[in-house]
């Protein structure tokens, strides 16, 4: 079983930043992709960014340029550095630990983030 703790999210304006964290604990394999999901109001969830245990990463169109995923392998934590935050970008941030293949998927409870105009 793993555990995945969030924190970070919160309230900011529109241009601000955040900086979300997640902290994976328990059986996890080394090989493995971290990522971070969201999900608005009536939306489907949704990928943000991922990054693998090797440190390839992958963004939604939408956060290219302002958002930095990255990885700190000997703490399995998984951060997302979220800059030029707009209005739209408010949803529940969801951490999720996976393998490669998708067998096995952990989802952290999920944060708050709202971008105020």
């Known amino acids: 079983q793993v555990q995945l703790v969030e924190s970070g999210g919160g309230l900011v304006q529109a241009g601000g930043s955040l900086r979300l964290s997640c902290a994976a604990s328990g059986s996890i394999f080394s090989n493995n992709v971290m990522g971070w999901y969201r999900q608005a109001p009536g939306k489907q969830r949704e990928l943000v960014a991922d990054i693998t245990s090797r440190g390839t990463t992958n963004y939604a169109d939408s956060v290219k340029g302002r958002f930095t995923i990255s990885r700190d392998n000997a703490k399995n934590t998984v951060y997302l550095q979220m800059n030029s935050l707009k209005p739209e970008d408010t949803s529940v941030y969801y951490c999720?630990?996976?393998?490669?293949?998708?067998?096995?998927?952990?989802w952290g409870q999920g944060t708050q983030v709202t971008v105020s105009e």
């Open positions: 999720n630990i996976r393998s490669p293949t998708r067998f096995w998927t952990y």
